[in-house]
């Protein structure tokens, strides 16, 4: 039996998109626009302060991952993933870490990227260094002595990229249990917003973070002081964000490190948009780092 939610998806791609004539544009977008109302109107909403100037555009796909691990989905199916805590259950996880010794088969697992971690996590949690998603599943495969025998709970934004994180992690066989945040940080925030997730909650919008308290864990890039709010790297070949604090700003350390504020002066813009790692500071970053606790 198709359920709503069923009928609002079949609406959405039904909508076809790439064949419009001009004159047929504003009706499709009146159609799309009614259809994404109506879908909406099903989906579990989440808040948080911000405008129509923080989302540029709109886009509408069908993808096999909506954030790419590097595993296919076929391959690796989304019934491992690791048992979903309610924020209620989460939040006692602090009490339980802070027994120290006692509790040394726990390990609280951020899977985010290393940029997003920087200006906020849980406390007592192990932060991979990974500058993307798709590198994950080479940390596990390299850290896998850092999770046998061990209870995992792992957490992201919004849970999203733990359904898949967790999948992967449970099919190596090693850790006695596999948990993730339901709802993610986000949700976690909505119930713990004075929990013990400390400082800004990155997203990937125009905003680059929403608060959820008033702690700052991260540092200015230049002087050290306490900073956490990022802005893109100014030079024209580079897309990294860079933590610059006002007064480094104002005295023009704009880039994200003096590798890039020393290339960027007088160079022309490239004709196609550069990647996102042709920064040539992170060649300092190894790609799969090897952690211990």
């Known amino acids: 039996m198709m359920t709503t939610d069923d009928m609002a998806c079949n609406e959405l791609i039904n909508i076809d998109v790439d064949t419009l004539a001009p004159h047929d544009l504003k009706q499709e977008k009146l159609q799309l626009s009614a259809t994404l109302r109506k879908y909406y109107s099903f989906c579990k909403r989440r808040t948080s302060n911000g405008g129509a100037e923080c989302f540029c555009d709109l886009r509408v796909g069908v993808y096999k991952e909506i954030v790419p691990m590097g595993v296919d989905p076929d391959a690796l199916?989304?019934?491992?993933?690791?048992?979903?805590?309610?924020?209620?259950?989460?939040?006692?996880?602090?009490?339980?870490?802070?027994?120290?010794?006692?509790?040394n088969d726990t390990i609280l697992l951020d899977c985010r990227n290393f940029y997003e971690i920087r200006i906020g996590q849980f406390s007592q949690c192990l932060a991979p260094n990974i500058r993307k998603f798709s590198y994950f599943p080479d940390?596990?495969?390299?850290?896998?002595?850092?999770?046998?025998?061990?209870?995992?709970?792992?957490?992201?934004?919004?849970?999203?990229?733990?359904?898949?994180?967790?999948?992967?992690?449970?099919?190596k066989l090693v850790c006695k249990e596999v948990y993730q945040l339901k709802g993610g940080i986000h949700k976690y925030l909505e119930q713990f917003p004075e929990?013990?997730?400390?400082?800004?909650?990155?997203?990937?919008?125009?905003?680059?973070?929403?608060?959820?308290?008033s702690d700052?864990?991260?540092?200015?890039?230049?002087?050290?002081?306490?900073?956490?709010?990022?802005?893109?790297?100014?030079?024209?070949?580079?897309?990294q964000l860079v933590l610059s604090c006002s007064a480094c700003r104002q005295g023009g350390h704009t880039a994200c490190c003096p590798i890039c504020q020393t290339k960027g002066k007088g160079e022309e813009p490239p004709a196609t948009p550069p990647q996102r790692e042709e920064c040539k500071c992170t060649a300092m970053r190894p790609m799969i780092p090897q952690d211990a606790l």
């Open 195 to 213: 929990g013990f997730y400390r400082s800004k909650l990155f997203v990937f919008d125009e905003r680059f973070a929403i608060s959820s308290n």
């Open 139 to 171: 940390y596990v495969d390299q850290n896998l002595d850092l999770f046998r025998d061990k209870k995992v709970l792992m957490y992201c934004t919004g849970g999203i990229r733990c359904e898949r994180g967790s999948a992967y992690l449970r099919s």
């Open 77 to 103: 199916s989304y019934s491992l993933a690791g048992t979903q805590l309610e924020p209620e259950e989460f939040h006692k996880v602090e009490a339980l870490l802070s027994k120290g010794d006692s509790c």
């Open 216 to 239: 700052i864990i991260s540092e200015c890039r230049y002087c050290n002081s306490p900073w956490d709010q990022y802005q893109l790297c100014s030079t024209h070949f580079c897309c």
